[in-house]
Structures are given as structure tokens and as C-alpha cells.
């Protein structure tokens, strides 16, 4: 699942904007799309549980928390400096409790919508990455 975050977080720091981190635009892309499928409501149950499961391997998120529309508050506020050379290198500036964060949630996902479904959600938010051979039985790419 690592290496997806990783994908995404990748397609969303060569996307250009730089006013808020890639993880909280992949997280705020992630919740427009689900929002739309689930409700605001739902969508904030599977952030809160997602957040709670990476705070037990990421104690640094503790300062985070999903607000009751779903918002992320506390992980938006930091800034990231996008290095080409460090991203094309497989290099992110994305901690690695953000990396968990979306890595549980999106392990969420495909542990209640399915990997059809899943990935299909990732394609219709992300239309020009590709999610070809990913596999979320062992999580990469096949």
C-alpha cells in the first residue's frame, strides 16, 4: 500500500501547487470522491478510524484529527519544499506518519468497497495516473 501512497503522493507534488502538501491534497481528493459515494458522515468514520490505526505506528499525528465535516485539521498546515530530483528518486517530503495515514485509510477502502470499486474511485480522482498491476492483496504493483 506504501508504494500507491507513494504514487499519489508523487502525481500530486508534479501537479504544480504548492499552497498545501501533497498528503493533504491526496486526502482532500480521496474525501471529495468518497464523499460523494458515502456522505459526509461516512467519509469522516473511515478518516477518524484510518487516523486512529496510523497514530498507534505514527505517534506524531496526535496533533491531527478529522473534523466533523470530514476536514483534515493539524496535517494541512504543513508546508513541504517539492524537490524534482528527490521525487524522481522515489524520495517524498511526506513524513512517514502521513504515508501511514493515507495508507490505512486507504486500506480502509479497499477492505470495505472492495479492489474494483476502490480502484476505480482512485481512477476517476486521478485520471491520468495509472493503477495498472496494483494488486492490494500484497499492496505494489504487479
Same mark, same amino acid.
Given at each position: 500500500?506504501?508504494?500507491?501512497?507513494?504514487?499519489?503522493?508523487?502525481?500530486?507534488?508534479?501537479?504544480?501547487?504548492?499552497?498545501?502538501?501533497?498528503?493533504?491534497?491526496?486526502?482532500?481528493?480521496?474525501?471529495?470522491?468518497?464523499?460523494r459515494f458515502a456522505g459526509?458522515?461516512?467519509?469522516?468514520?473511515?478518516?477518524?478510524?484510518? @487516523?486512529? +490505526?496510523?497514530?498507534? &505506528? =505514527?505517534?506524531? /499525528? !496526535?496533533?491531527? *484529527?478529522?473534523?466533523?465535516? #470530514? $476536514?483534515?485539521?493539524?496535517?494541512?498546515?504543513?508546508?513541504?519544499?517539492?524537490?524534482?530530483?528527490?521525487?524522481?528518486?522515489?524520495?517524498?517530503?511526506?513524513?512517514?506518519?502521513?504515508?501511514?495515514?493515507?495508507?490505512?485509510?486507504?486500506?480502509? @477502502?479497499? +477492505?470495505?468497497?472492495? &479492489? =474494483?470499486?476502490? /480502484? !476505480?474511485?482512485? *481512477?476517476?480522482?486521478?485520471? #491520468? $495516473?495509472?493503477?495498472?498491476?496494483?494488486?492490494?492483496?500484497?499492496?505494489?504493483?504487479?
Amino acid at each position: 500500500m506504501r508504494e500507491l501512497v507513494q504514487d499519489l503522493l508523487a502525481y500530486e507534488a508534479f501537479a504544480g501547487e504548492t499552497s498545501n502538501s501533497a498528503t493533504f491534497r491526496v486526502y482532500e481528493k480521496l474525501r471529495q470522491g468518497l464523499g460523494r459515494f458515502a456522505g459526509v458522515i461516512g467519509f469522516q468514520t473511515l478518516a477518524s478510524r484510518a @487516523l486512529a +490505526l496510523a497514530r498507534s &505506528e =505514527a505517534p506524531g /499525528l !496526535s496533533a491531527v *484529527r478529522v473534523s466533523e465535516e #470530514g $476536514a483534515l485539521v493539524g496535517l494541512g498546515q504543513i508546508e513541504h519544499q517539492f524537490d524534482i530530483d528527490k521525487i524522481q528518486a522515489g524520495e517524498f517530503p511526506a513524513s512517514d506518519g502521513e504515508i501511514i495515514f493515507i495508507s490505512r485509510l486507504l486500506d480502509l @477502502l479497499f +477492505l470495505f468497497l472492495g &479492489e =474494483a470499486l476502490t /480502484l !476505480s474511485l482512485l *481512477r476517476i480522482t486521478w485520471p #491520468g $495516473a495509472t493503477f495498472e498491476g496494483f494488486s492490494s492483496e500484497n499492496g505494489r504493483k504487479a
